[in-house]
């Protein structure tokens, strides 16, 4: 009985491995159709949070610093003729060296992520995952710090805040537990130097409540929980209380001063990438 047991758990394995391959391999293909995240550049050029960014000393930043005299190994595009004509010698504009920001990525793997509508959708957390590796490639080569987290013991909201410089964290979820109880995981992350962005992913049959006649629904473990008999009479009540639902993520998005990204599986993932990619690469503000 023991072999037959260690020969389960090791296909279990491989196909576990084989899968997280798969999608590592897909987040690189979609991550080599964009350039780079540069988003602690695109911070300083629009003067977000002076001081936080800034070294105060010479590097390779956006934010002018101050004039010095131009040395042997300094570029020549580098001198401002303007300020060398008020001088006897040439002048270079010295740039202050930015702080990176600190990006962490998570995204869940609850049982309700692993769900699917149709087989030729994929799974949330599939979906999730491949996003935000493909996100967290955009950003490394953009010269950003990046930590990736996943599932619930690697949580930020489980974990009491320890931030101190400027980090942003984006979750990727479908976020199906009550608002009112992730706006009180969330608030002691939204303080001080941190920012956030939540990416809601859902089926789209999730929106819709497609279903019809006699209509089985199983939790997680697959065990069934309600029975309809006709499951179109709930349509109706089911899409109004979905869109009440979403209202209220939004709502405590905005309370947080955070933004969100929905998404539907349904959708291209290189359409949801581009809208992350925007949203960081734009001025605080700009994207909504």
């Given at each position: 009985m023991r072999p037959i047991l260690d020969q389960v758990i090791a296909v279990a394995a491989r196909t576990s491995a084989?899968?997280?391959?798969?999608?590592?391999?897909?987040?690189?293909?979609?991550?080599?159709?964009?350039?780079?995240?540069?988003?602690?550049?695109?911070?300083?050029?629009?003067?977000?949070?002076?001081?936080?960014?800034?070294?105060?000393?010479?590097?390779?930043?956006?934010?002018?610093?101050?004039?010095?005299?131009f040395q042997e190994g300094d570029f020549r595009s580098d001198i401002d003729w303007r300020a060398s004509a008020r001088h006897e010698h040439l002048h270079v504009r010295e740039r202050e060296k930015e702080a990176p920001l600190r990006f962490r990525l998570w995204w869940s793997n609850a049982h309700t992520m692993s769900y699917n509508s149709r087989r030729k959708l994929p799974h949330k957390h599939e979906r999730a995952t491949v996003l935000l590796l493909a996100l967290a490639r955009l950003l490394r080569r953009g010269g950003e710090k990046v930590e990736t987290l996943e599932g619930e013991t690697e949580n930020p909201l489980n974990r009491a805040p320890t931030e101190s410089r400027a980090s942003c964290l984006i979750l990727a979820s479908d976020f199906l537990d009550a608002p009112d109880d992730l706006y009180e995981r969330m608030r002691p992350l939204a303080s001080g130097n941190t920012t956030g962005h939540l990416l809601h992913i859902v089926d789209p049959a999730e929106k819709k409540f497609p279903f019809q006649g006699r209509t089985g629904f199983t939790n997680s473990e697959g065990v069934i929980r309600q029975i309809l008999g006709n499951a179109e009479d709930c349509t109706r009540e089911y899409r109004k209380r979905f869109t009440q639902h979403c209202d209220r993520i939004e709502k405590t998005a905005r309370a947080l001063g955070w933004s969100l990204q929905r998404h539907y599986t349904d959708e291209t993932a290189r359409n949801a990438l581009l809208k992350l990619h925007q949203r960081l690469s734009a001025p605080a503000g700009a994207a909504s």
């Open positions: 084989n899968s997280r391959t798969r999608l590592e391999i897909e987040a690189e293909k979609l991550a080599l159709s964009l350039p780079p995240v540069r988003a602690t550049a695109t911070l300083a050029r629009a003067s977000v949070d002076p001081g936080v960014h800034g070294h105060k000393r010479a590097g390779t930043g956006e934010s002018f610093w101050q004039f010095r005299r």
